[in-house]
């Protein structure tokens, strides 16, 4: 999976001393793999309050042994200080057969990571608001080919579009909200190199959390209305703020604050019980920390006034008042793991339907021809509504470097969290760490190959 300029950004503000491998930490770091051994072998039970049900991996045609083959590796990144802790979840079939709990939550107190840490997912939240629109599309409230000046009126005062050489450009037409879907609306996120980038950053927006500022996001899209694009809208694909503008819409469309349409439409009928924008105080135990690695590559708690992602942010003592749509949620494993397979299952879960197979089917499509590519995705990927899809096969002079089937979907998160989904392998996965910048060796890429490699039926 590609990770724009706003997952790779990340700077260090706190130096705090590096966690030690001590006897008393190897310990706990064994019997969380057990715990993740018995998670694969399906000896942990049968279903959780708000989990998917647990099944045995050789039921679903995976091997138990082969998946724990991951657990030595993170205990390895823990001890080694690369990352704090890790929570990894492999659902085949609709059953879990792996959950994997390794390592702190938190250097400073020493929390161990649970099944059930809540995480900043940042990004992630992206195929959620996604999933919003087409609920929204689905009654008949809104279309695709809508102009989001429609809704957002702001925007009929966007400058045009800033060149290189500081020339504006009037815009060709309006943005619409599959070009906002698609992040091909023109509208960057402050942290590249085009000429409206420099003025997102001279307007406050440089790709850190919008989670800290002390209004709705409303009046937050307004101001990046007026702020020129980088290119005419439909001709390039720029990772930026296109998904909060969403979120916005579907704020106006519904008559409810976006927190509101995603826990009446989405969190409750899912049971997603432990997602939110904001920590609520009594969950305070179970958030993992924001960490970071310095110059040098050691290992640090991110500081608690820092908003960016390498800190702590506003997440649990912030003004709480924007919802962004782009990347505000926090979530556990087994809440996402819920909403993956509702996708999975063409909408529906339990019963419940959050969206049609129509649906889900159009939002799990390339949409971007080429462009996606030329935007710094691997060749033979392409971009849905929130998510990356892998396209070419095995034939084509470039193969993509995943082991994931042809038509799967993932994204991920600034803060180092994935997933992915694959319909032909009935397979949902998901990786979630607290760590900016991410550790060198991509741990998260290593769990992929170590999933399939464990797949051994169709």
């Known amino acids: 999976m590609h990770i ?18 001590s006897t008393t930490c190897k310990a706990v770091l064994r019997r969380l793999v057990a715990i993740s051994l018995l998670a694969g072998l399906g000896l942990g039970g049968t279903v959780g ?9 050789r039921s679903v045609g995976m091997s138990a042994e082969r998946l724990a083959r991951f657990d030595a590796l993170a205990e390895a990144a823990v001890e080694d200080g690369r990352l704090a802790g890790v929570v990894t979840l492999v659902a085949r079939r609709g059953r879990v057969v792996q959950e994997g709990v390794y390592g702190l939550a938190d250097l400073d107190d020493r929390r161990p990571m649970r099944q059930d840490t809540i995480f900043r997912i940042a990004s992630m939240t992206k195929p959620l608001t996604s999933v919003a629109i087409m609920i929204l599309l689905e009654e008949g409230l809104l279309l695709l080919s809508d102009p989001v000046t429609r809704y957002l009126p702001a925007f009929d005062r966007t400058p045009g579009v800033l060149g290189a050489d500081g020339t504006l450009t009037p815009i060709d037409r309006p943005i619409t909200l599959l070009d906002l879907l698609t992040h091909s609306s023109g509208m960057t996120g402050g942290g590249g190199d085009d000429g409206a980038d420099a003025a997102y950053r001279a307007a406050g927006f440089d790709s850190s959390p919008l989670n800290d500022r002390d209004e709705p996001i409303a009046r937050i899209v307004d101001k990046l209305a007026a702020l020129p694009l980088a290119a005419q809208p439909g001709e390039r694909c720029i990772y930026g703020f296109s998904t909060d503008v969403l979120g916005a819409v579907v704020e106006k469309v519904s008559g409810m604050s976006l927190a509101e349409f995603f826990r009446r439409r989405i969190f409750r009928p899912l049971e997603m ?23 040098d590559g050691q290992l640090r708690r991110g500081a608690d006034d820092d908003m960016d992602w390498t800190g702590q942010g506003a997440f649990v003592h912030g003004p ?5 749509g782009g990347g505000g949620l926090l979530s556990t494993a087994p809440d996402y793991a819920r909403f993956l397979q509702m996708l999975l299952n063409g909408g529906e879960l339990d019963g419940v339907r959050i969206l049609s197979p129509a649906s889900v089917r159009l939002m799990t499509v390339n949409h971007v021809s080429e462009r996606y590519a030329e935007a710094g995705g691997f060749p033979g990927m ?3 509504f929130g998510f990356e899809i892998k396209l070419k096969s095995d034939t084509h002079a470039y193969v993509v470097p995943t082991l994931a089937s042809l038509g799967s979907y993932a994204w991920g998160g600034a ?3 994935s997933f992915w989904v694959d319909p032909e392998q ?12 991410k550790s060198q060796d991509d741990l998260s890429r290593r769990f992929g190959n170590i999933v399939y490699q464990a797949v051994l039926e169709p």
């Open 4 to 21: 724009s300029q706003e997952e790779q950004r990340g700077s260090s503000r706190r130096r705090l001393a590096p966690m030690p491998h």
């Open 49 to 57: 309050a708000q989990g998917l049900p647990k099944g045995d991996a």
């Open 273 to 295: 019980h432990d997602s939110s924008f904001f920590l609520p105080p009594s969950k305070l135990d179970r958030l993992a920390a924001a960490h970071t690695l310095d110059a």
């Open 320 to 324: 709480r008042r924007v919802y962004s």
């Open 382 to 384: 392409g971009f849905g």
């Open 415 to 417: 803060a180092y969290t």
């Open 426 to 437: 009935d397979l949902v996965a998901i990786f979630m760490a607290q760590l900016r910048p």
